[in-house]
């Protein structure tokens, strides 16, 4: 029985070419590859400033520390993301202020942020989880009428849009202050490893580059092209969270097959939601009509009286892979000290989520025969009778 993934990445033969020639040109890290990667993917979502990092995680952390966020601030965020997002305004020595996420959807409820506001709040991290753009209008509004930057967690957002004042626009642009993208094999867009910041404000831009490479006052590149000996200095505090030419390479190769991907993702989220109209007890995602999304994951919901964990065994037992939905931190034993975070009313949305929903195989290569598997395989399992839980794993 052939298994059906959860995901695959699209990598072949172009890629392992791009690689090929950077390592021949012997320019590795930081140099042409990078820059170019930088440009053509500002061009791709309408950025005046795109900067690449190491992750998306490191990106977060910058992004954070250029609107101001440091030692005691609060940062309003959701519980209900992979965990980077809470981690990186630890790095910051802030405090993520968690709050709830819609009742039926997998984003911040805007109408919640403004509760959990306070003096220290220096940002607000909105996450557009699964690659489904959050309501950025909404959020950006209450960011301005508080004086308060607004940071996107764009991990898996890459070639999402949004309509925004009656254009569509792609995530990135960015909506708020600065945007931060993940380039993980679990994202559509991959480079093994790999981030990277948008952003309007070209005082932001010059600081990103001065951190990811240690605080240099002179880039390698720089230096390099020069006649004259240049003696480099460290104004400031600086990271490594450099991006290599090769992943850089590879990421061109990826941006240029972005939108044929999306494309087909759309295609197989279509024959999906068909689908599970015919599945009593299987809600599909929805997708409000300001948003389109890349689906960087498609997220179904079960109903009260299905178990989560037996339905997701008796499909892996029938060959198809799945994933539970979202992980709070908030429940995470790294978080389970009170001084790590604080959580604003009730996260009762971002649990159910958690508990009730699960991730399904959703790839470019995916054929429609796989996508009819799938349907056929999780009607069958959610129409079995309730059994005793199977022992949890770790993940
Ligand atoms: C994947 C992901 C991250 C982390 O990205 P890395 O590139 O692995 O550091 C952060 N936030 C969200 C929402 C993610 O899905």
């Known amino acids: 029985m052939a298994m059906i993934p959860i995901a695959k990445p699209m990598l072949d ?7 090929r020639r950077v390592v021949l040109s012997g320019w590795v890290t930081q140099g042409p590859e990078v820059a170019t990667f930088e440009n053509e993917f500002a061009t791709f979502v309408g950025a005046d400033h795109a900067c690449a990092v190491s992750n998306c995680t490191t990106a977060l952390h910058l992004a954070l520390k250029v609107v101001g966020v ?131 404000n070209a005082d932001y831009d010059a600081k990103f580059r001065l951190w990811r490479q240690h605080g240099m006052s002179v880039t390698d590149a720089v230096r390099h092209g020069s006649k004259q000996v240049i003696f480099e200095s460290y104004p400031e505090l600086g990271y490594n969270y450099r991006m290599t030419d090769m992943q850089a390479a590879i990421g061109r190769v990826q941006l240029a097959r972005l939108p044929d991907l999306i494309e087909a993702r759309r295609r197989m989220a279509e024959l999906y939601r068909k689908g599970l109209a015919e599945i009593p007890g299987v809600e599909a995602p929805g997708e409000p009509p300001w948003a389109r999304t890349n689906w960087q994951s498609y997220c179904v919901r079960l109903a009260e009286g299905l178990d989560q964990l037996q339905v997701m065994q008796t499909l892996l037992d029938r060959g198809v892979s799945t994933r539970r939905g979202i992980m709070n931190s908030h429940r995470e034993p790294a978080y389970a000290d009170p001084s790590t975070h604080r959580v604003s009313g009730s996260l009762e949305n971002s649990v159910a989520a958690q508990e009730r929903c699960i991730v399904l195989p959703l790839f470019a290569q995916m054929t429609e025969a796989d996508v009819a598997t799938v349907l056929d395989e999780l009607r069958q399992a959610c129409r079995l009778p309730t059994r005793e839980r199977p022992v949890a794993a770790a993940e």
């Open 13 to 19: 033969e172009r890629e392992v070419e791009a690689v």
């Open 70 to 200: 440091g030692p005691g601030d609060e940062v309003v965020t959701v519980s209900h993301s992979f965990i980077a997002t809470a981690n990186a305004v630890r790095y910051c020595g802030a405090v993520p202020v968690f709050v709830d996420i819609e009742e039926n959807g997998f984003n911040i409820d805007p109408d919640r942020i403004e509760a959990a506001i306070t003096p220290k709040t220096k940002a607000i991290l909105c996450v557009h989880q699964f690659g489904m753009p959050c309501d950025l209008e909404k959020i950006v509004a209450i960011g301005q009428k508080h004086s308060i930057p607004v940071v996107e967690d764009a991990a898996c957002a890459s070639g999402s849009e949004i309509l925004w004042q009656g254009n569509w626009e792609k995530i990135g642009k960015p909506h708020g202050d600065v945007a931060c993208f993940s380039f993980h094999p679990r994202k559509l867009l991959t480079t093994g490893d790999g981030g990277m910041l948008t952003t309007a």
